[in-house]
């Protein structure tokens, strides 16, 4: 009864999200851009997806959330401290996950704090050029309670609601296409391509491994190479998740 409650409560919370508490942004016209995010994070993902991108002269978001880290889950071995500096020290941007990984919305104002204050003393003793910029909600449920909060602690809040970011865009609840096997063809791909070329606007996709035989939450090297491959024939740059802010003056 109490994981349902609490399932519910945040997906009323996310709807109520989307609509309130904006941090607006106008996303310049013209710019159009990629970026590939990768959660929680799987080994997989530094070791397969992160030179999958640098082949194609981009860098990714990697939110990690330190307590997850070289962790075995049913899913997926996790990734390593060593990897963490290997891929920010290659460029590639270290995001926020929280701590834990709890919904954000299962946390009062205090715990929030803690867990951005624990999961940036983490990555700050990993390397201490690292700065965590950028946050994934958990589980992709964004948190009306805590937005301005989170606004105040970050430059973006990226969720799970698919589309393309265009036009006065909420910085604080990002929309990201799943690039999961299970979840997307190379149809869908495309089309969200073709959508932030005509809109001039910025795509963001999520996964988490990128293995021959991934988990449900993850994608195959093919899948990830074919939105790679779209993002090329368009020129269209691939970016972090920073960078992409930096790009669009936010």
């Known amino acids: 009864m109490g994981s349902r409650l609490s399932a519910l409560k945040a997906r009323v919370s996310n709807r109520l999200a989307r609509h309130l508490v904006a941090t607006p942004h106008r996303w310049p016209l013209h710019q159009p851009m990629v970026s590939f995010t990768f959660d929680d994070v ?3 993902a ?3 997806g992160a030179p999958m991108l640098e082949d194609h002269g981009g860098h990714g978001t990697f939110y990690v959330a330190g307590n997850l880290v070289n962790r075995k889950s049913e899913y997926w071995n996790a990734i390593h401290p060593d ?3 290997a891929l920010h020290r290659q460029g590639h941007e270290i995001g ?3 701590f834990s990984h709890r919904m954000t919305g299962d946390l009062d104002a205090a715990a929030l704090t803690a867990e951005i204050a624990t999961n940036r003393d983490y990555f700050e003793k990993l390397d201490a050029s690292i700065r965590l910029e950028n946050f994934a909600y958990p589980y992709g449920f964004a948190s009306l309670l805590h937005k301005a909060r989170l606004s105040k602690a970050f430059r973006s809040s990226r969720g799970i609601l698919p589309g393309v970011n265009c036009g006065v865009v909420d910085l604080h609840f990002l929309r990201a296409m799943p690039l999961i096997t299970v979840g997307i063809d190379e149809a869908a791909i495309d089309l969200a391509f073709d959508t932030a070329i005509e809109t001039g606007g910025w795509l963001i996709f999520y996964t988490h491994d990128v293995a021959a035989s991934p988990s449900h939450y993850g994608c195959t090297p093919a899948l990830l190479r074919r939105a790679l491959e ?3 024939r368009r020129q269209m740059p691939i970016v972090s998740v920073g960078q992409a802010l930096r790009r ?3």
Do not use: D, N, R, W
């Open 96 to 98: 926020c996950h929280s």
């Open 42 to 44: 799987p080994e997989s």
């Open 230 to 232: 779209a993002a090329s």
């Open 83 to 85: 990897q963490i500096v």
């Open 248 to 250: 669009a003056g936010a």
């Open 46 to 48: 530094a070791t397969v």
